[in-house]
């Protein structure tokens, strides 16, 4: 069976997209940068118009010809996206590198690329492209974002915009559009680079039609309100996720506000009161797991309504989601719920959030429907940086709870025999760069692209079960999905992150970081005393406390007997980007985790002794 989309949109260029946004919409607040608490710099689409035009002549002054390719390291800010539109319309293609890898990490990319010129945004990236230059010979340029030449820099943004301006004028800016607009849709737009959960990242190949093939897909779709739209970016540029999100953004006029950082994120909420905003999974856990401690912290009364609201707010979603409009005591009851506490909720996100996205791991159904429930829909899609990235994606008309929705339009998915999620259309890449025999390996004959993904459609709606190199298979050949179970574990208002091993191994164990917060609050209301959070992790009583949990979500799952960890190690650190255990995009690396935690995992088996 193939499940397909609508028909595939007209093919076109990114810059095409580019002009006839700037030809629609003239807001005088494009693009904004925080610069400092509360304050946010704005920049209209004319002078985004003239930085990008003359910033793109400037790169061609600097000698580079269509189809070259350009580095960069910043974290998300406007001068992301100017540069970004600059090196297309100078017909040349891009390669974003995240800044959070470190300088070994930055060569491979810059070389394979061929890369001649690189933005860095800071003296960090500055500093970290200077240690690495003498590997990279065909590197030639290292601009920087700051406001002077520094230390490992040649030249900086605002010196090549002027350089770019010197050769300004209404004749070259009417000929640079005519070239820009010369583009063709199957011309490279970007080579972005995986993020290697095992072996070297490689370069995938991104045409002009692929991307927008997916934007004006993702446009038919996606409820946006053309021209009002005020949106929150902050999910890695780098990543094919956002990048494509804020190029529907672009397309609709939608005020965008970028945000340096992750962690900045509850604070920018509340500032910049975006009305639609896209994330991993990880922003919604935090924010479940928040609204719960905060419930549990409260006083027995505000506890109790908490409590009432959310199993109100429940039976509302279920009618709601099965088709049908609330009405009698659950109607006004809800009402009084969204009073009494989703409101509250709403209000942490700025009070304005029309609809969330969710993509690049799986979301907890249960994480998903409560949010619904509280009045903010998170409009759950799925796919790859090969793909452009959308596959499929819930739609408000469309909604299906568990699943990434239908396939969007020129999207074709089919089910392999052995359960792996197969793609094929515009949106599909057009290959590793310098890699015929992984792209021949990934793109079958037909043209199917193989997702590595575990998957089953269910009227035309796609459900995501596993990541296939992710799946354990035990010493005793029983087969088991660790995603799902890891999204239940969770749930638990104990657990930060949880990790399942067991490949080849007799049974699976579960690695839990706590989430210490509660888990500091118990042990102190049950007169437990420690100075050092390893020494609490070590003591009986919590490790008997948090198998207990584990045990518990494990009940309530339903798990065989084989899914169903025999021993729980509990780590001091969550997993993090800079160890080198997530990736740029929060994904686990559990190949990585097996390794670096050998000794812990390894006392867990011997803990239990045969089988």
Known sequence: ????????????????????????????????????????????????????????????DLGLQPG????????????????????????????PIYPSLPAEQVVHPINDSGATVIFVSSEVHAAKVASVRAQCPALKHVITFTSERIAGSDLTLAELTARGAALDSPERAAQWKAEALSVQPDDLATLIYTSGTTGLPKGVMLTHDNIYSNVQASLQVLPFNLGHEVALSFLPLCHSFERMGDYCYWAVGAAIHYVEGFDLVPICL??????????????????????????????????????????????????????????????????LAQKLVFSKISARTGGRMRYFVSGGAPLAAEINKFF???????????????????????????????????????????IASDGEVLTR???????????????????????????????????????????????????????????????????????????????????PVVLVVPDFATLE??????????????????????????????????????????????KVGLLEHDFTVDRGELTPTLKVKRRV??????????????????E
Request: aromatic share 10%; with cysteine; charged share 25%.
């Open 270 to 335: 509340q500032e910049a009161r975006p009305t639609f905003a896209m994330s991993v999974p990880r922003l919604y856990e935090k924010m479940y797991a928040r609204a719960f401690e905060n419930a549990l912290a409260s006083g027995a009364i505000k506890k109790r309504i908490f409590f009432w609201a959310r199993g109100v707010a429940d039976r509302w979603a279920d009618v709601k989601l099965s088709g049908r409009e609330p009405s009698g005591p659950v109607a006004w009851q809800y009402a």
């Open 593 to 610: 985790i097996d390794k670096d935690y050998a000794a812990v995992i390894d006392k867990l088996y011997e803990a239990t002794g045969p």
């Open 372 to 414: 619904y429930a509280a009045g903010l829909t998170i409009l759950e899609g799925y796919g790859l940086t090969e793909t452009s990235p959308v596959i499929g994606v819930n739609t408000p008309a469309a909604f299906r709870i568990g699943t990434i929705g239908r396939p969007i339009a020129g999207v074709e998915v089919q």
């Open 425 to 507: 259309g515009p949106h599909v890449m057009k290959g590793y760069w310098n890699h015929p025999k992984a792209t021949a390996e990934a793109i079958d004959a037909d043209g199917w692209f193989h997702t590595g993904d575990i998957g089953v459609l269910e009227d035309d709606y796609l459900r995501i079960t596993d990541r296939k190199k992710d799946i354990i298979v035990t010493a005793g050949g029983k087969n088991i999905a660790p995603q799902p179970i890891e999204n239940g574990f969770k749930l638990n208002k104990y657990v930060s992150q949880a990790v399942m091993i067991g490949d080849k191994r007799r049974f």
């Open 1 to 60: 069976m193939i499940a397909r989309g609508g028909p595939r949109p007209a093919p076109g260029t990114l810059t095409r997209l580019y002009f006839d946004a700037m030809a629609t919409y003239d807001r005088p607040d494009a693009m904004n940068v925080r610069t400092g608490p509360g304050q946010w710099q704005s920049i209209s689409h004319r002078e985004t118009e003239r930085r990008v035009r003359q910033l793109s002549l400037g790169l061609r």
């Open 68 to 95: 070259d390719r350009v580095a960069l390291i910043s974290e998300n800010r406007p001068e992301w996206a100017i540069v970004d539109w600059a090196c297309l319309t100078a017909r040349l293609a891009d390669v």
């Open 521 to 566: 609050r118990w042990a102190a209301l049950h007169n437990i005393f420690w100075s050092e959070r390893a020494q609490l992790l070590q003591m009986p009583t919590i490790q008997q406390k948090m198998e207990k949990e584990i045990t518990e979500e494990c009940e309530k799952m339903k798990l065989a007997s084989f899914e169903t960890p025999k």
